[in-house]
C-alpha cells in the first residue's frame, strides 16, 4: 500500500522494526515486518512513525533527520553505535552510548587541541564540544554554566565527568602549579572511597557530587583560566559499608586495601581475604585483576570465591594497580604519608569492627549481651585502630547511656544494656559514621587541595546516581529517585516549558507540545505534613517508631494520589506478595518502583548513641578524633536532624545552584544489560531514551530555536567597532544586516521581539557572530558595511529604474489623454455634420439608379432621345439638390422632402422604362428571383442556427442560475445551521475542554501504565521474575481533541449499523465498494472507507517530513482547512446529496501580488472533483509547469481526497462549482476517457461504471 513505503512499528526487544504497510484501519494499521516476510504486526498509529529513505544513513544530529520521531531517533544511535560514534547530538543535546570499551584516539591530547574554541556542529559530536560550548557561554555570557550529566546505573556518567574536567583543566589551565592535575586526581580517590561494583554496573558512584572549576582573568591576556575548584557531595550510600546484595561488593577501597596494600601495611592493620570480614562476605568477594597482577597476588589476599572463580574483568578496574593509584593520587594532592596511613588505618578499622559479633549474657540479670569470645581479636584490633580502650570500647557496644531530665540540670545518667541485635546495630551505625566522616575528611582534603583564591565564574558537574530499580528498593534508592524527579523537572522546566513561554512571549508562533509533569510525584514526597519525608521524620520522633506504622500513614494520607499505589499493584510477581504495610509502590516519571520500607527509619536516623560518641571524643587517633570534632551529641529524638531532612536541603541548595546557571545537558545511554561491547538493545534504549525525556525534546526542536541573543547585547558587543554612520543604526536593524550580511537564510532564523532565534544545526553560525575577539567583531563590522553599501545601491537602482518606468508610464498616460481628447471632438463634429453627410450618401446613392435608367435606355429600341434628356433633368436636379445641401443650412425635414421628391419623380421614370423592357427582360428577371430564393434559403437556414446557439446560451445561463439559487439556498441553510450550532457550542464547549482535560489525564496513565511494565520487563529479565499480562489500552493523541471526539461518535454510530466493518481489511473494503449491489453495504463500505482514509492522512500529516512544509497536497488548502474547522460542529441533519453528480474546480492557492510577476515563485495550479454523490469519483490536479495528474477513486484512493462534499465546504465557495460539460471537456483533453477505459470494474463510483459499461457482479 502506498507505494510500499518504509515504517517503523513497535517491537518489545528491537525497540521499533522496519516493515512496510499491507492494511490501514481505523484504529490500527497493520505493518509487514522486511525481517519476517508474511507476518503482519498490528499496531496503533500514535506508535507508528515513517522510516527515512536511506534507513543505514546516519546524521551527526538528531534534528538533521527528515522524520524526526522516536523510531528514526533509535535507528540514528543504533547506526552511529556500531561505527563505534557513541555521540550524537539532539540540537545541543549530548547524547552519549557506553561503549564499553576503549575507542582508540578519542580522548587523546590532539583530540582536545581538535575541539578548542569550535563551534558546535563543526566537529563530530563530542563530550568535548559540550565542554567547549560551556566554557564559551560562561566567557560570552558572563554567566556561569553547569553540564548535567545524566543517566542510569551503568550509562557512563562518570566517565563523561572524568573527561570533561580532563579537557578543561588541559584546554585552561595556568600550568602553572599542580592544580589542574590536582582536580584530576581528585577523581580516583573519590571513586575508590565511592563506587563500588553493583549488578549494573561495575564501576557504579554511590554518591553523587557537584564539581565546580573556578576561573579567573589573573592571565596576562586577560583569557580565563583555571583558578580552582570545589566539591559538594551528596547521600554516600552509608548502609553499603556494612551489607551488599550477592553479586555486589563494597566499596572499592576495601578490597584494593586486601589486594594491593604492600605487605607490612597488611600486616600492620591485620588484613585478609575479604572472605574473612563480614562486612563483605556476604556479597562478591572477588577483585578486579588483570592476568600479570594476578600472578603478583598471594594465595592468603584471595577468597575462595576468587579461587573457583578467577578475577573480575574490567577494562578500567584493577584493584591491585588502582590501589597504587589512589594512593599516589592522595599524595599529590598533598595528603602527608602519615595521614594517608590513618586512612587506611580507618577503613581497617571498620572491616574489623564488622567481624565483632555478639551473644546473649547469661549472667546478666538485665537481659543484656556480650561480646562472642570467638570474636575478642576483633574487638582487640577494632580498639586498637581506633585508638580506644578495648575495654571502654567493649561497653559502648553492648550497653548505652541515657540521661534523664530529673535529678539536677544535666539529669541523671542511666547505663541501659543492650540486647545482641540492638549491639549489633549499634557497631554497624558506628562502622557507617567512621566510613561516612572518613568520607567527608576526603572531600574536604580535595576541596583543600584545590583552592581558588578569586573567581570570575565557574563550571558546575553534576554526576548523581541515577534512577534505581531493584527487587528490594529500599531509602537509598528513594532518595535518589526523588533527586531524579528533580532533576527530570528541571529539565522539563528548562527545556520544554521555559523555551515555550519564551517562544510564546517573543511571539514566535511555535506550536505548542505537551510532556508528562511531574510535580505530583515531587508533591507526594516532599509536601508539608502528607509528604513521604515529613511522615518519615514524624515517626521516627515518636518513642517507639514501627515502620509498619510509617508505611500505613503514608497510604492512609495520601489515599487517592495517583502515583502512590499498594505494593500488590505491582507488575513483578514477586512485589505483589509483600503486604500492605511493608512498602509502597509510587509510579516515577520512568516508572513504577515498589519500596520496602523495613529499614526507611533505621537510615533516616544516623546519629550514634551518646556512649559511643562520647567514646570516640577521646580517641588517641588524631584524625578519628579531628572527624568527629564540633559534632554535638544527640539531646533526644525531637531535636535530631534525619539523613531525609539533610538530602532535601542540600538538594534545594543545588536546585538552585543549577537554576542561576546556563544549563548543558548530557544524557548517558547504557546500550545493554550484559555490560559488553557492540550489543544494541534498542527496547531498553528506547525506555531510557522516553525516561530522559528526548521524545518531546525531538519534537520541540522539530520547531524550536535552542540559540538565541538580545538585539541589544548583539549591537552592544559590536558597537564600539562600528563606525558613525553604522553605530546610528537600531539594533533590530543592526541584526537584520549583519545575518544578511553572513549570508545566512531567512528559514535559519527568526526575529522576536527582543531577541534573534537560530535553528538547531546553525551553532556554527550564532558562534561565529557572538565571538567577542576584537579581530572577529571587526571583521564581522566590515561584512554588515559593505552588505548595507550593497544593499543601498541596489536601492539606488531600484529607485532609478521606479523613477524611469514612472516617466514612461506618465508619457504613455499622456498619449491615452490625446486619444481621448481626439475621440471626443470627433464624437461632436459628427453629431453635428451626420444628417447632412448621410443625406449626400443617401443622393449619391441614388444615382446609382441613373446608371441603371441609362442601361435600360440603351436597351431601347424606341423613344430613346426623351428618355435620355428625362435621364439628364433628374440627373441636373440631384447635383443642384447636393450642392444646396453643402452650401446652406437646410434642416433635416426639408432635405428629407425634397429627397423624396427627387426619388418619386426618378422611380417613376424608372418604372416606364421597366415596363418597356419587361418582356425582354422576363428570363432574366426569373434567374434574378432564383438567385433571391436561395439567399433567403440560407439567411433562414443562418437565423435558425443564431436562434440555437441563444436558445443553448440561456438554458446554460438558467443552469447556472438555478446552481447559484441553489448554492445560495445551501449557504442560508447553512446559516440557519451555523446559528443553532453556534448555542450549541456555547454548551458543550465545556463538555469538550473537560473531555480534552480527560483524555489528556488518561494519557498520561495509560503512558505511565507503559513506562511501568517496560520497567517491570527490564528488571525481570535480569532477576528472571514474572510480570503481569497487562493489556494496555491503546493511546490517543492529546494534540488532537477534534480528532478523538469525531473517533468516538464514529464508534457510536457505527454500534448502530447493520454492519460491523471494523474488522474488515483495507482491500476487502474497496472490492466491495467496487462490486457489491447492495446499497446499505455499499454505503456502509463508502463511509468505513474514507473514515479509515482519514485517520491515515491525519497520521501522514503528523508525521511529515520536516522540510514539507504542507505535506501532500490531496486538496487545496482551503478545503482542508474547512474540514478540520467543521468536524467539531453539531450534525443538524443537513441535506445530502446522495446520487447526485456535482463538479467544482478552484486554485490550490492565490499567489501573493508581491510574487504574482515573480518566474521563480512557485505557480500554483488548478483543482477539479468530481463527486458522486458525498464522495469524489474524479480528482484532477493542473499546473502550468507540470504533467495534469489525473485521479479514479477506487485506483488512486490514497492520494486523493478522502473528505466528504459535506465537509470540504465546496458547495458554500461561490462559483466553486461547475457544469459537467466544462470538467468533461478539461478531463478528456488531458488522457481522461482512456484513463477510465483502462481502470475497467475497479472504478468505486456506480456512476462511472454504468458510463462505460460495467456490470457489477
Same mark, same amino acid.
Given at each position: ?36 516476510? =508474511? ?229 600492620? +592493620? ?27 597476588? =598471594?594465595?592468603?589476599? $584471595?577468597?575462595?570465591?576468587?579461587? #573457583? ?41 571498620? +572491616? ?54 530529673? =535529678? ?57 546516581? =541515577? ?104 507488575? +513483578? #510477581? ?145 558597537? $564600539? ?87 514612461? $508610464? ?67 436636379? +440631384?447635383? %443642384? ?58 439567411? #433562414? ?87 503481569? %499480562? ?77 522540510? %514539507? ?28 446529496? %446522495? ?74 465557495? $461561490? ?43
Amino acid at each position: 500500500m502506498d507505494g510500499g513505503k518504509k515504517v517503523w512499528v513497535p517491537h518489545a526487544t528491537d525497540g521499533f522494526k522496519l516493515g512496510r504497510i499491507v492494511d490501514i484501519g481505523s484504529d490500527s494499521i497493520a505493518i509487514e515486518p522486511f525481517d519476517a516476510p =508474511g507476518t503482519t504486526i498490528n499496531a496503533i498509529y500514535d506508535r507508528t512513525f515513517p522510516a527515512e529513505e536511506y534507513d543505514n544513513k546516519d546524521v551527526e544530529d538528531n534534528c538533521a533527520l527528515m522524520f524526526l520521531n522516536e523510531a528514526t531517533l533509535l535507528n540514528n544511535l543504533r547506526i552511529r553505535y556500531m561505527k563505534n560514534q557513541i555521540y550524537t547530538y539532539t540540537a545541543n543535546i549530548l547524547i552519549a552510548i557506553n561503549p564499553y570499551y576503549e575507542i582508540p584516539d578519542l580522548y587523546t591530547s590532539n583530540t582536545i587541541k581538535k575541539y578548542k574554541g569550535k563551534s558546535l556542529g563543526t566537529l563530530p559530536p563530542h563530550v568535548y564540544a559540550i565542554a567547549d560550548k560551556a566554557f564559551r557561554d560562561m566567557k560570552v555570557n558572563k554567566m556561569s554554566q553547569s553540564i548535567i550529566v545524566s543517566g542510569e546505573s551503568g550509562a557512563g556518567k562518570t566517565e563523561s565527568t572524568k573527561y570533561i574536567l580532563k579537557y578543561l583543566t588541559e584546554s585552561w589551565g595556568a600550568h602553572i602549579n599542580q592544580l589542574e592535575q590536582r582536580i584530576l586526581e581528585s577523581n580516583p580517590l573519590l571513586e575508590a572511597f565511592g563506587n563500588a561494583k553493583t549488578v549494573r554496573n561495575n564501576n557504579s558512584s554511590r554518591f553523587g557530587k557537584f564539581i565546580e572549576i573556578h576561573f579567573d582573568n589573573k592571565a596576562a591576556n586577560q583569557q580565563n583560566s583555571v583558578a580552582g575548584g570545589f566539591i559538594s557531595h551528596y547521600l554516600l550510600e552509608k548502609s553499603r559499608v556494612i551489607v551488599q546484595s550477592r553479586d555486589e561488593r563494597n566499596y572499592h577501597i576495601f578490597y584494593r586495601l586486601c589486594a594491593g596494600a604492600p605487605e607490612e601495611l597488611r600486616k600492620q +592493620l591485620k588484613l585478609a581475604s575479604p572472605d574473612q570480614f563480614h562486612y563483605l562476605n556476604r556479597g562478591c568477594t572477588q577483585y578486579f585483576c588483570t592476568r600479570e597482577n594476578d600472578k603478583k597476588l =598471594g594465595q592468603d589476599r $584471595k577468597s575462595q570465591m576468587y579461587l #573457583k572463580q578467577g578475577s573480575l574483568h574490567d577494562p578500567v578496574l584493577d584493584d591491585v594497580r588502582d590501589f597504587q593509584v589512589c594512593d599516589s593520587a592522595m599524595a599529590h594532592l598533598g595528603i602527608s604519608n602519615e595521614d594517608r596511613h590513618s586512612i587506611y588505618t580507618l577503613v581497617a578499622s571498620v +572491616l574489623h569492627l564488622g567481624n565483632i559479633t555478639f551473644e546473649e549474657n547469661t549472667d546478666d540479670t538485665k537481659g543484656g549481651c556480650k561480646v562472642s569470645p570467638s570474636t575478642e581479636t576483633s574487638l582487640d584490633t577494632a580498639s586498637s585502630l581506633l585508638g580506644l580502650p578495648k575495654e571502654e570500647l567493649r561497653e559502648s557496644l553492648v550497653s548505652r547511656i541515657m540521661q534523664t531530665a530529673r =535529678g539536677g540540670s544535666k539529669g541523671t545518667a542511666i547505663k541501659v544494656p543492650l540486647k545482641a541485635g540492638e549491639a549489633s546495630s549499634a557497631r554497624d551505625a558506628l562502622s557507617k559514621s567512621i566510613y561516612s566522616r572518613l568520607f567527608d575528611y576526603i572531600v574536604a582534603c580535595v576541596n583543600k587541595a584545590i583552592p581558588f583564591s578569586s573567581t570570575v565564574s565557574y563550571i558546575g558537574l553534576l554526576d548523581i546516581a =541515577g534512577f534505581e530499580y531493584f527487587q528490594v528498593n529500599s531509602f537509598e534508592q528513594f532518595c535518589i529517585n526523588y533527586c531524579n524527579e528533580k532533576l527530570q523537572q528541571f529539565f522539563n522546566e528548562r527545556i520544554l516549558k521555559e523555551e515555550q513561554v519564551l517562544y510564546e512571549r517573543e511571539g514566535l508562533n511555535v506550536k505548542k507540545i505537551t510532556w508528562t509533569d511531574n510535580q505530583d510525584c515531587i508533591e507526594l514526597i516532599e509536601m508539608k505534613a502528607n509528604g513521604i519525608f515529613d511522615l518519615l521524620d514524624e515517626e521516627s520522633k515518636l518513642p517507639t517508631p514501627k515502620p509498619e506504622h510509617f508505611t500505613m500513614e503514608v497510604h492512609n494520607r495520601n489515599k487517592s494520589h495517583f502515583r502512590l499505589s499498594l505494593p500488590r499493584k505491582s507488575k +513483578l #510477581k514477586m512485589h505483589r506478595d509483600v503486604r500492605d504495610d511493608e512498602g509502597f509502590l509510587i509510579r516515577h516519571f520512568a516508572g513504577a518502583v515498589c519500596y520496602h520500607t523495613t529499614l526507611f527509619i533505621e537510615k533516616n536516623n544516623d546519629a550514634l548513641h551518646a556512649s559511643l560518641e562520647f567514646l570516640i571524643q577521646d580517641s588517641s587517633n588524631k584524625m578519628l578524633k579531628t572527624m568527629f570534632e564540633g559534632i554535638q551529641v544527640s539531646s533526644g529524638k525531637l531535636n535530631f536532624i534525619s539523613v531525609g531532612s539533610k538530602f532535601r536541603s542540600q538538594l534545594q541548595t543545588l536546585m538552585e545552584k543549577l537554576k542561576s546557571t546556563g544549563t548543558n545537558f548530557i544524557r548517558c545511554i547504557k546500550p545493554n544489560l550484559k555490560m559488553v561491547d557492540h550489543l544494541f538493545e534498542g527496547g531498553q534504549i528506547l525506555s531510557q531514551l522516553e525516561c530522559s525525556g528526548m521524545g518531546s525534546v525531538l519534537e520541540l526542536m522539530q520547531q524550536g530555536f535552542p540559540s538565541r541573543t538580545q538585539f541589544s547585547d548583539l549591537y552592544n558587543m559590536y558597537k $564600539k567597532y562600528m563606525p558613525a554612520d553604522i553605530a546610528r543604526l537600531d539594533p533590530r536593524l543592526f541584526c537584520k544586516a549583519l545575518f544578511k550580511a553572513l549570508g545566512l537564510n531567512e528559514n535559519e532564523f527568526k526575529f522576536g521581539l527582543t531577541k534573534v532565534f537560530f535553528r538547531p544545526g546553525k551553532f556554527a553560525e550564532f558562534d561565529q557572530i557572538m565571538k567577542s575577539d576584537p579581530e572577529n567583531l571587526a571583521m564581522l563590522v566590515k561584512k554588515v558595511k559593505r552588505w548595507l553599501l550593497c544593499s543601498r545601491w541596489k536601492k539606488a537602482q531600484w529607485g532609478a529604474l521606479s523613477v524611469i518606468k514612472l516617466k514612461n $508610464k506618465i508619457l504613455w498616460r499622456r498619449g491615452q489623454i490625446i486619444t481621448l481628447q481626439k475621440t471626443v471632438r470627433m464624437w461632436r463634429d459628427v453629431r453635428r455634420f451626420k444628417p447632412k453627410y448621410e443625406m449626400i450618401v443617401q443622393v449619391k446613392q441614388s444615382q446609382g439608379q441613373l446608371s441603371r435608367m441609362e442601361e435600360i435606355i440603351s436597351q431601347l429600341k424606341k423613344e430613346k432621345e426623351t428618355a435620355t434628356k428625362q435621364a439628364k433633368l433628374i440627373e441636373k436636379a +440631384l447635383q %443642384d439638390f447636393i450642392h444646396k445641401i453643402r452650401t446652406t443650412n437646410m434642416s433635416a425635414d426639408e432635405m428629407q422632402r425634397t429627397m423624396n421628391h427627387l426619388l418619386s419623380q426618378m422611380d417613376q421614370t424608372f418604372q416606364d422604362l421597366r415596363k418597356k423592357l419587361e418582356q425582354e427582360k422576363t428570363k432574366a428577371e426569373q434567374e434574378r428571383l432564383r438567385k433571391i430564393q436561395e439567399e433567403m434559403e440560407r439567411e #433562414k437556414k443562418r437565423k435558425e442556427e443564431e436562434e440555437r446557439r441563444k436558445k443553448q446560451e440561456e438554458e446554460d445561463r438558467k443552469l447556472k442560475a438555478e446552481m447559484e439559487a441553489k448554492r445560495k439556498k445551501e449557504e442560508e441553510e447553512r446559516k440557519k445551521r451555523e446559528e443553532e450550532e453556534k448555542k450549541q457550542k456555547a454548551l458543550i464547549s465545556a463538555q469538550l475542554e473537560k473531555e480534552k482535560e480527560d483524555n489528556r489525564r488518561r494519557q498520561e496513565i495509560l503512558e505511565q501504565e507503559r513506562r511501568d511494565r517496560e520497567l517491570a520487563l527490564r528488571l525481570a529479565s535480569e532477576d528472571q521474575n514474572e510480570v503481569e %499480562d497487562v493489556v494496555v489500552p491503546p493511546l490517543q493523541s492529546t494534540g488532537d481533541s477534534k480528532k478523538s471526539e469525531e473517533v468516538r461518535a464514529t464508534r457510536a454510530a457505527a454500534l448502530q449499523k447493520k454492519y460491523d466493518l471494523s474488522k474488515w481489511k483495507y482491500a476487502e473494503l474497496r472490492d466491495a465498494i467496487n462490486t457489491s449491489c447492495d446499497i446499505e453495504l455499499l454505503d456502509a463500505c463508502r463511509e468505513e472507507f474514507h473514515r479509515r482514509l482519514k485517520v491515515y492522512h491525519s497520521w501522514k500529516q503528523k508525521n511529515k517530513k520536516k522540510s %514539507d512544509e504542507r505535506g501532500e497536497e490531496r486538496a487545496p488548502e482551503s478545503v482542508l482547512t474547512n474540514a478540520s474547522e467543521s468536524r467539531l460542529a453539531p450534525k443538524q441533519g443537513a441535506p445530502t446529496t %446522495d446520487n447526485q453528480q456535482r463538479f467544482f474546480r478552484i486554485p490550490f492557492a492565490r499567489p501573493s501580488d508581491e510574487f504574482r510577476d515573480d518566474p521563480t515563485h512557485k505557480k500554483h495550479g488548478q483543482w477539479y472533483a468530481h463527486f458522486d454523490g458525498q464522495y469524489i469519483a474524479r480528482q484532477m490536479e493542473l499546473y502550468p509547469d507540470k504533467n495534469p495528474l489525473l485521479l479514479v477513486a477506487g485506483v488512486h484512493d490514497l492520494q486523493m481526497c478522502e473528505l466528504s462534499l459535506d465537509e470540504t465546504g465546496l458547495t458554500r465557495k $461561490k462559483g466553486a462549482e461547475i457544469l459537467g460539460k466544462d470538467f468533461e471537456a478539461e478531463w478528456n483533453k488531458y488522457g481522461g476517457r482512456e484513463l477510465l477505459k483502462s481502470c475497467g470494474n475497479r472504478m468505486s463510483s456506480t456512476f462511472l461504471q454504468k458510463r462505460l459499461g460495467v456490470v457489477r457482479k
